[in-house]
């Protein structure tokens, strides 16, 4: 049997700009492939893309363990599983960088909505006690009419 040539490896920890940055991916599979994805995602109660990337990952752990037990001496399997291991924490700790960033955001966004929502009620009420101060006020324009329409009815009366 052939030797299959290694994949490549990065030998250095990746920066937080290159786990971070996202490339959408493409593919064609049949309608078994899918069908058999779909039950795996929803066995874990993955989201459809949470399900794919986990699938894929599983995928390139397995073809790089493979590559790691054929290699031939156990100081190069140590070396490529460090390596493995170095990329896997690199990727880790951008995921856990990333998920830090969403929970500030969503504090910040729950306390806003918070404001918001005080600040609703707060009009609310300023907007009931103007309109009850409202409802004084036409009250007392149209006692006030009516006194000014008796007033002009008895000054234009002949004494």
């Not at 990746?14 to 779909?38: G, Q």
């Not at 404001?115 to 009931?128: D, I, R, Y």
């Amino acid at each position: 049997m052939a030797k299959k040539k290694p994949l490549s490896v990065k030998k250095q920890r990746p920066t937080y700009k290159e786990v971070l940055d996202k490339k959408e991916v493409c593919i064609e599979v049949t309608d078994d492939t899918l069908e058999e994805l779909k039950e795996i995602i929803q066995l874990h109660w993955w989201d459809f893309n949470e399900g794919i990337r986990r699938i894929l990952g599983a995928g390139i752990g397995t073809l790089l363990a493979e590559e790691t037990a054929e290699s031939s001496s156990a100081e190069s399997r140590i070396g490529l599983l460090s390596q493995r291991l170095v990329m896997s924490e690199g990727k880790l700790a951008g995921e856990r960088f990333e998920l830090s960033g969403m929970r500030q955001t969503a504090r910040r966004l729950e306390l806003s909505n918070n404001a918001l929502h005080e600040a609703t009620s707060m009009l609310a009420a300023t907007v009931g006690r103007q309109n009850e101060e409202l409802v004084k006020l036409k009250t007392q324009l149209k006692k006030r009419e009516r006194e000014i329409a008796l007033l002009s009815k008895k000054k234009k009366a002949p004494a």
